[in-house]
């Protein structure tokens, strides 16, 4: 059998083995240390612009959000409104905190949260306790986040960014991540940069992440014992790890350089094939890196080919895609849970379809991949 085709494997630079083997030399090995200091320096140093940026790099972008929440104090009783059209890490922390989850449909431009669904959200909750919004980055598409910012500065709520999966995005050149009063960061192990699993979280206000330092390293006071006056967590990045993200540091903006040449081979495969259409950037304001490339496959309009028709395709030749996220209000999870909005995002979700996007595909295993696709297509 052909090798396996990963949908987007972890793909190394060739610095990170100096940076983990000094912390085996210099026995660094203990959770905390120089790597940590260098990979959070990295992170705002690549994000900052105009304003200062802070970062706390931490065990997942699950983690990140989780503390966000926690340090608005958002509890049970409370309401945090998310796109549905997501990973289950954006939706699991507002339920480990018991709140209140309220989902939000997509918009077609950029797949993300619909300004006009959050509209009718916050009119619909306005006499209640609305904490926060979180909005998602998906597969690195930037949100509409200035018209999802004034809307929600207009009920006087809070915006968290799950920017996730785009890290290397933006939208009228400010970095995604940096727009919300917090955002998540994930370095899970199949994204655009990868620390093997871990997560950050960023913001322009310092004191929240010193707060989400503290937090992340068990909430431990300053004293020669252990001495604990509340709950922490324990989800601070080890040096090992983070000497890994030093070196992919170095390599992401070639790996979203690789990245969108991937998504253009697809769009030049795809051109003028009927009832195929891609996550494409709405305008030249929107700079995706478009860590997946995503389409959406339309039956009417490919004489019956469905989007699991091809996915099976590829699958019977050991080459991996995968189906849009389901959104969470459909989870089982969830059950019964509410969405505003159209159904946008379920549209999406039956017809759309992840592609082989890794920085790492050679020319090799592109032809395998382009020769299923021209099978199904063009034959």
Partial sequence: MNTKIWLSSPHMGGTEENYVKEAFD????????PNV????????????K???IYTAVLTSGTAALHLALKMLGIGAGDVVMVQSFTFCGTTNPVTYLGAEIVFIDSELDTWNMCPNALKQALEAFKHKSVKAIIPVHLYGMPAKMQELQSIADSYGVTVIEDAAEALGSSFKSQKCGTFGIMAALSFNGNKIITTSGGGALVSKNKYY????RF???QARDEAPHYQHSQIGYN???SNIVAGIGRGQMQVLEERVTQRRENNKLYRDFFDGVPGVSFQTEPSGDYFSNYWLTAILIEPTLTGGITREDVRLALEAENIESRPLWKPMHMQPVYEGSK??????CEELFAKGLCLPSGSNLTDVEFDRILSVLSRIFKN
């Fill in 37 to 48: 200091n260098g990979f959070e320096a990295d992170i705002s140093y690549y994000l900052s």
């Fill in 209 to 212: 992440v010193d707060l989400a």
């Fill in 26 to 33: 210099t026995n660094w090995v203990a959770p905390l240390g």
């Fill in 235 to 237: 989800y601070r990045m």
């Fill in 215 to 217: 937090l992340a390293t």
């Fill in 50 to 52: 105009q304003e200062e």
């Fill in 339 to 344: 969405l505003y909005g159209t159904g946008v």
